[in-house]
């Protein structure tokens, strides 16, 4: 049985990308501890290797959107980049803490609060490139998901960790050192997450856009004749939600984890579209 298959009986599962990214400041503790309870079935998130060798949660090359601080991350120890405040250009932000810890947060502390959390969640983790720590970034990942004991799972719907990336030559390198670890390779047209290039660097699943996923539904199809999986980012609007999971989307990354599972919880209960509700008040992604 493949990951595709063994994955979709429960689909979609609901992935918070970045943590609850639209009600708490992205890639913090507080956005992550409220997608876990909101009832996430996975969380996201984007890691950089600091110039000592830190792996840390940041979407960006720089620091200037998302903190107080400016410059590259990767020309930044560890120290320097804590001096800096990761969630005062959030709405919802509270200078005394209220809404929970917008420090700088790091792999290590993400990872021990999905595994010590009080129900299986996985961890999806992006690795960025082209970056100029290059392949380091995946070796560093790997090695801190063996010190966890999550590197090497029994098998791939088991397993706690998936790792994914734009880059093809980083998921093979994934692909190659842990063959048992789930991958996603991430595009943003269908003919890339079509081709060859998805079997050369094994693959077990592909990330494609809404807006391609839209452009070209039969992905989800072709991608299940090889045995793959689908994740797609970011699906935020109800419609959007219903598209995915009428086509079989495995795995959609979303900014609203706790309403997002609400309404598919909902149209399981009423039969689908059945006595459901329509959306009201403005939604935004």
């Known amino acids: ?3 595709a298959d063994e994955v979709l009986a429960g689909h979609p599962f609901v992935v918070a990308h970045r943590g609850a990214s639209a009600g708490r400041p992205e890639h913090t503790l507080a956005a992550y501890d409220l997608a ?11 890691v950089r290797l600091t110039r000592d060798g830190h792996l840390v949660c940041v979407h960006d090359r720089r620091l200037d959107r998302t903190s ?4 590259l991350v990767s020309t930044m ?9 990761y969630g005062a ?10 809404h929970g810890d917008t420090s700088l947060l790091t792999l290590d502390s993400l990872v021990s609060l999905v595994l010590d959390w009080n129900r299986p969640v ?4 992006e690795t960025k490139h082209p970056v100029r720590y290059g392949s380091l970034v995946e070796s560093k990942l790997l090695a801190l998901l063996h010190r966890f004991g999550i590197a090497a799972p029994a098998s791939a719907d088991r397993s706690r960790a998936v790792v994914m990336s734009f880059s093809a030559a980083a998921v093979w390198r994934i692909r190659r050192a842990a063959p048992l670890l789930p991958t996603v390779l991430l595009g943003k047209t269908a003919r890339y997450l079509t081709s060859s290039a998805v079997t050369a660097v094994g693959a077990t699943a592909v990330g494609p856009s809404l807006a ?5 539904p039969k992905l989800v199809d072709r991608a299940a004749a090889q045995g793959r999986a689908v994740y797609c980012w970011n699906v935020d609007e109800y419609e959007d939600i219903d598209f995915c999971r009428d086509i079989g989307v495995a795995w959609l990354a979303t900014h609203h984890p706790g309403r997002t599972k609400a309404w598919l919880q909902n149209a399981r209960t009423d039969g689908l579209d059945g006595g459901r509700p329509p959306p009201t008040g ?4």
């Open 1 to 3: 049985m493949t990951w």
């Open 36 to 46: 876990l309870k909101e009832g996430a079935d996975g969380v996201e998130c984007d």
């Open 68 to 71: 107080t601080g400016a410059g």
């Open 77 to 85: 120890t560890l120290a320097e980049l804590r001096e800096h405040e």
């Open 89 to 98: 250009w959030h709405d919802s932000w509270r200078a005394d803490g209220t």
């Open 122 to 125: 996985k961890l999806f983790v």
């Open 212 to 216: 391609t996923l839209k452009d070209y």
């Open 282 to 285: 403005g939604v935004t992604g």
